[in-house]
């Protein structure tokens, strides 16, 4: 299976490549390019996993979270991608590095994905990190060249401690393969993989490692922070978490389980409480961003097979809401010229689309049903109860309430009431900015009402 999703990685990577030598004398070519290979890749695996979820018994399902994993992928760099052709890009970045990045990051998430060794799977993170680096120094403003410094020195050290674990396991079992490791219940595999999973909720960006995230997700260009905060972190830093927590969970991890529950719920109260301070609207989203990261990690530290289920769910939920959002804020940005919400009010009569596409994306991340948001905290509350974990599940309850009340006060700031002299002029930016974010707002809804069949599908991951 994963010789037949090669095509995934190999695909981006060659155009990636490709694209300075196309493109040298017309930009539109690097454009064309790497627009054509995400949304062929895109349209495969949408067919394959469609299938797989509709026709189990006609399509059998064979590595269901690499393929999961991979349309998610696909989705969000696809909606980036899409969106930065029309977003006018070329004025903040050289076009044919700028797509070329991302498709050599579409590259080295799918391999991430796919790979069946600890030491592959840190390798193509640290791709994923210089990647994601040139990324935010891809706009020369002095504020993303800040954000990339910072999120350089402070991810450093969690490569450290990851490659420190690594060295540890493979002290003790002379392998790195998953499948090894599995089976095994030797002391010092399990510190080993306790201090990778230390590394990775640092590049996670989870309580107490959250700081550099804020100002990475507000500093950088907003098409970069919404691939950064839709996918990027995800992939790179709790896919690894999950990933690790299935081959743990016939090791005795109840410390690591505590440990990983007390920094998801500090995780949570931390993200949804700052968000409710911020008066910048790509802070409060990056504050909202960490919260939901909280929700993904309670259910991995269940080390249970809904919790599992769960964090897969939502990380899939967190990319879709949460890329609609910081796509609409960079559409706002553009249209305005700020994100600063107290300079903002009455845009749902300039900007309809802009103001439904949030309220679906705002009412998912906090978890209102029918949309997908709804069914993926549900579970992580579910999973949480059933492990014993009674007072995490409840205070996930109340953060979900504490969520709904910051995008309530946001959809009011920026969108209802009287609208702002100064914005009198301004109208609803073009269609085809509009396009990616009304796709993926369907994508919430039909996700919520097909739950049944994605859980379903989640149901074989384990």
């Not at 016939?250 to 690591?256: A, F, G, K």
């Not at 968000?275 to 939901?292: F, G």
């Not at 553009?334 to 994100?339: I, L, R």
């Not at 959809?411 to 009304?438: C, D, H, M, N, Y």
């Amino acid at each position: 299976m994963v010789i037949d999703l090669l095509s995934y990685s190999l695909i981006p990577m060659f155009s990636s490549l490709a694209l300075p030598f196309f493109a040298k004398k017309n930009i539109r070519i690097a454009i064309i390019l790497a627009n054509v290979a995400l949304l062929s890749g895109f349209i495969n695996i949408s067919y394959l996993i469609i299938n797989s979820i509709t026709k189990p018994d006609i399509i059998p399902i064979i590595d269901p979270l690499t393929v999961f994993l991979i349309f998610t992928i696909y989705t969000v760099a696809l909606a980036i991608s899409f969106f930065s052709t029309y977003y006018g890009i070329e004025k903040e970045a050289n076009p044919i590095s700028y797509y070329s990045l991302i498709l050599l990051s579409v590259s080295a998430m799918t391999s991430l994905v796919m790979v069946r060794d600890l030491f592959s799977l840190y390798l193509f993170v640290e791709i994923l990190a210089v990647c994601s680096f040139a990324l935010i120094t891809s706009d020369i403003k002095s504020n993303s060249i800040e954000a990339a410094i910072k999120y350089f020195f402070l991810t450093f050290p969690a490569s450290i401690l990851i490659i420190l674990g690594i060295s540890l396991v493979l002290a003790s079992q002379k392998a790195l393969d998953f499948e090894i490791i599995s089976v095994s219940t030797n002391i010092m595999t399990m510190i080993g993989l306790s201090f990778v999973i230390i590394g990775f909720l640092i590049k996670s960006g989870v309580v107490p490692f959250h700081f550099w995230t804020l100002d990475v997700y507000q500093g950088a260009s907003s098409p970069i922070s919404a691939y950064l905060a839709g996918i990027i972190t995800k992939i790179g830093g709790i896919y690894a978490i999950i990933k690790i927590s299935i081959i743990m969970k016939y090791y005795p991890v109840e410390t690591i389980s505590s440990i990983l529950l007390f920094t998801s719920i500090l995780t949570i109260l931390i993200g949804a409480f700052g968000a409710i301070a911020q008066k910048d609207m790509k802070r409060m989203l990056a504050y909202s961003s960490i919260s939901q990261m909280g929700y993904i990690l309670a259910g991995v530290s269940t080390f249970s097979s809904t919790g599992i289920i769960a964090a897969v769910f939502h990380l899939f939920n967190h990319a879709t809401f949460k890329t609609v959002l910081f796509l609409n804020s960079a559409c706002i940005e553009k249209q305005t010229g700020t994100t600063n919400m107290t300079e903002l009010k009455g845009l749902e009569k300039k900007m309809p689309i802009t103001s439904w596409t949030s309220i679906i994306a705002s009412m998912s991340t906090a978890g209102i049903p029918p949309l997908s948001g709804f069914w993926s905290k549900i579970l992580v509350i579910i999973a949480l109860w059933q492990v014993g974990y009674i007072k995490s599940a409840i205070i996930a309850i109340i953060a979900s309430i504490i969520t709904l009340g910051y995008f309530v006060l946001m959809q009011r700031k920026v969108f209802f009431g009287k609208l702002a002299e100064k914005l009198t002029e301004i109208k609803e930016v073009e269609s085809p900015l509009l396009l990616p974010v009304i796709i993926m707002s369907l994508m919430i809804i039909l996700a919520g009402i097909y739950v049944t069949y994605i859980y379903s599908y989640l149901e074989k991951i384990m």
